[in-house]
């Protein structure tokens, strides 16, 4: 899978934009706030609906553009697809469509995978488990657009949950509305927990192996999910439910008390340990940096393994986060394999790359191509 040219209209700083890519290698350099970013976001846009950098679509809007438009020619095994995706501030919506037909979002994600590498991914390593969380659920998100469906599910019940436990506090021990809540809870979460568990398994094993090779096997990763709920290899949903039913009733007075939701996927965490030790405390920014190539490299197989197409590699000005050693790492274990987009305030920073691919020059939101590779 790879996309073959890109059309943007009023996104950001891109007033028109028009590029055919190279579909393995790609290059953009340029000095910051020029727009090197935006492309790849708006990359990213394309294939998810969403941006990686704000939550309110108006922020990707032109300034005194009422909308904003991103297209891209995508190639894969069944052929060639168009992608478009207009995003429109008055009235507020978002319109998807492949070949001129205009869809669901929840049938037009899946036809584009992305994966993302920027600096701000270090915080899967040393930030809340809300950032890790975050992590896996997009991985699985990537691949069963259900998942984000089930997701948003939860959350609603969750909110009217924690909406009854705080007005009424331990009067709504026992009460029927609880109960209720109770089932929907157990019901979804478990299903949530299933996947997440399924895609920890595929992904633990992927990333040991790729934290092997870029440690020269002198380190070893290990993934473990937390949780409240008693955890046995190979259950199912109905365990999964039983089992979150069982520990809400065992932490029903405190939840009472604190007027939330102790119990659930959401309270969930994903260990990381390099050799035994937890890495959110006491790994290194060299270790941390290596942790999550890692992680990200496990997520093209994981990818790849469950669609059965590489997915569009896109790497925001991480190789000034990486020393020469884990830069040449990267270029092994990725180049050739997929499309790869790459940004860099200088040329310079590609240097490890053998084959060819396409150099561009950004500059106040123009797009450049050089004539040469590098």
């Not at 436990?165 to 509305?177: D, M, N």
């Not at 939701?261 to 405390?281: E, F, Q, W, Y």
């Not at 896109?314 to 050693?325: P, Q, R």
């Amino acid at each position: 899978m790879y996309i073959e040219a890109v059309k943007l209209h009023n996104f950001r700083n891109y007033s028109q934009l028009e590029l055919t890519l190279d579909e393995r290698l790609n290059f953009f350099v340029g000095e910051n706030a020029q727009g090197k970013t935006n492309l790849l976001e708006a990359l990213f846009f394309a294939a998810t609906g969403r941006s990686f950098r704000t939550r309110n679509d108006e922020e990707l809007i032109r300034w005194g553009q009422d909308s904003c438009e991103v297209a891209v020619r995508v190639v894969h095994k069944r052929g060639a697809e168009k992608l478009h995706l207009l995003c429109r501030q008055n009235p507020k919506q978002k319109l998807y469509s492949s070949n001129g037909l205009q869809l669901p979002r929840a049938d037009y994600l899946g036809r584009l995978y992305p994966v993302l590498f920027t600096p701000e991914d270090l915080a899967i390593v040393k930030g809340a488990p809300q950032q890790r969380r975050k992590f896996f659920d997009e991985q699985i998100s990537k691949i069963y657009p259900i998942y984000e469906i089930e997701l948003k599910r939860f959350s609603r019940v969750l909110r009217q949950r924690n909406r009854l436990l705080k007005l009424r506090q331990e009067k709504s021990l026992g009460s029927p509305e609880l109960e209720s809540w109770n089932e929907q809870l157990a019901v979804l979460g478990a299903r949530i927990m299933q996947r997440r568990l399924f895609a920890l398994r595929r992904l633990s094993l992927l990333s040991r192996l790729a934290h092997r090779r870029l440690t020269g096997g002198e380190e070893t990763l290990v993934l473990q999910y937390q949780s409240a709920v008693p955890l046995r290899e190979g259950a199912g949903e109905d365990e999964l439910q039983s089992g979150i039913l069982a520990v809400l009733r065992e932490q029903a007075r405190r939840e009472a008390r604190l007027g939330q939701t102790l119990v659930g996927p959401h309270r969930d965490d994903v260990r990381l340990l390099i050799n035994g030790k937890s890495a959110h405390l006491y790994a290194s920014q060299g270790q941390q940096r290596t942790l999550v190539l890692a992680l990200k490299l496990a997520e093209i197989e994981f990818i790849r393994g469950e669609s059965g197409e590489f997915p569009l590699l896109l790497l925001d000005d991480v190789f000034s986060e990486l020393d020469g050693k884990r830069r040449k790492l990267l270029v092994e274990s990725i180049e050739g394999r997929v499309q790869t987009m790459l940004t860099a305030t200088a040329a310079e920073r590609f240097a490890f790359f053998r084959r060819s691919g396409k150099l561009f020059t950004i500059t106040r939101g123009e797009v450049f191509p050089s004539e040469s590779h590098l």
